[in-house]
């Protein structure tokens, strides 16, 4: 394999030198940052975080601050979520969209205060749009990239953990709530939220000056729990139809394509870039969509690029993201499948890298 070179254009973290101390195997490149992909193996880390708690150095999703009078108002510009009911102290998962309804980023949007906002992001860069959006419309917000890196605790014992370290409070926050919790006198927005579907915590890490002390704590509080140094696991995401930007989905496809629709209230998120766009889209539905498909035979090579799907030798969609579930002891994959192929039970085949597969598309995901 080749490596990656290190440059300033591909930026350490805060948390590099204990990600690099505990023996991390592969990296790839996210929002221009280094993200690690494997620690033991993708199947042994896949097994421990379904069973004990992981450390994850996620510090690449970046934080796009929206600060100032109408910094509200920019950021409903940007998603098609109804975001007037949402007070300080939520998390919000939001599309955001272009003016033709494309996808340009799935974050997480942090509500600090009416007038601070964080956007925590996919890969994309993001920020740029932001701010010709706020250029364009003149609006009197400030739009930064501040120095805030998150640090995600997950897995089943992610509670026990972080109330070592933060206390027992920290049980209590709500899916998709935050709480601002003090370590060594800094006080950080804590939410209950994450990559995986094994529960967890995102520290949302202020200052760089605490990377490392916080990293240290951690593993030093969760000796007994046999805490480790993880990352986002293909193989679980799979399971979990956790969509990843910029392979499962593009600027190419709406929410509604993506089965974000859900998060789209297009009647009355007034002021959306593309809110035009996307009312056309629910009135007429999607003619094509993301589906789970479960492929036969032994385990699946690696999905590099995207495989056709299949059928009567016309193909129907592709598969985006495939890996072998050792617990369900089958090949899981996430595709985009055509309107006509893509209900539940509907075979087709999937051309891999390794041959042609037969495959059938499920009703729902495996977790």
Not at 47 to 66: F, G, I, P, S, Y
Not at 138 to 147: M, Q
Not at 214 to 219: E, K, Q
Not at 301 to 327: L, M
């Amino acid at each position: 394999m080749a490596l990656i070179s290190p440059s300033r254009r591909v930026r350490r973290t805060m948390f590099s030198d204990g990600v690099e101390a505990a023996g991390v195997k592969a990296y790839t490149v996210y929002n221009h940052m280094l993200l690690p992909t494997v620690f033991e193996s993708v199947q042994d880390d896949y097994h421990h975080l379904k069973e004990a708690v992981q450390v994850w150095d996620v510090a690449c999703e970046r934080q796009v601050e929206l600060r100032g009078p109408d910094a509200a108002r920019l950021m409903q510009m940007l998603t098609p979520r109804d975001l007037r009911g949402m007070l300080p102290g939520r998390c919000f998962y939001v599309p955001i969209v272009d003016e033709t309804g494309g996808m340009l980023n799935d974050p997480v949007a942090v509500k600090l205060a009416e007038d601070r906002w964080w956007i925590s992001i996919a890969d994309s860069d993001l920020m740029l749009w932001v701010k010709g959006i706020a250029n364009g419309y003149r609006l009197d917000v400030l739009i930064d990239e501040p120095d805030v890196s998150p640090l995600a605790i997950q897995g089943p014992k992610a509670d026990d953990l972080m109330a070592r370290v933060f206390g027992d409070a920290v049980r209590d926050i709500r899916f998709f709530r935050f709480g601002m919790f003090d370590f060594q006198g800094r006080s950080l927005a804590v939410a209950r939220s994450g990559y995986s579907k094994q529960g967890g915590f995102e520290i949302y890490v202020d200052g760089a000056d605490i990377g490392m002390p916080l990293w240290n704590a951690l593993f030093e509080a969760g000796r007994d729990l046999d805490v480790r140094a993880g990352c986002p696991n293909l193989i679980e995401r799979v399971e979990g139809g956790l969509l990843s930007y910029g392979n499962d989905m593009t600027d190419d496809n709406t929410p509604h394509e993506c089965g974000l629709g859900r998060f789209c209230d297009t009647q009355t998120a007034i002021g959306c870039i593309g809110r035009d766009a996307l009312l056309r889209v629910a009135k007429e539905g999607p003619t094509k969509q993301v589906r789970a498909l479960e492929l036969h035979g032994g385990p699946v090579p690696p999905c590099e690029r995207v495989w056709d799907i299949e059928a009567n030798g016309k193909r129907v969609g592709q598969v985006t993201s495939a890996a072998y579930s050792p617990d369900f002891k089958t090949n899981v994959a996430i595709g985009m499948v055509r309107m006509t192929h893509w209900d539940s039970g509907t075979e087709v085949q999937v051309r891999t890298t390794d041959g042609m597969r037969d495959a059938v598309v499920r009703e729902d995901f495996w977790l």
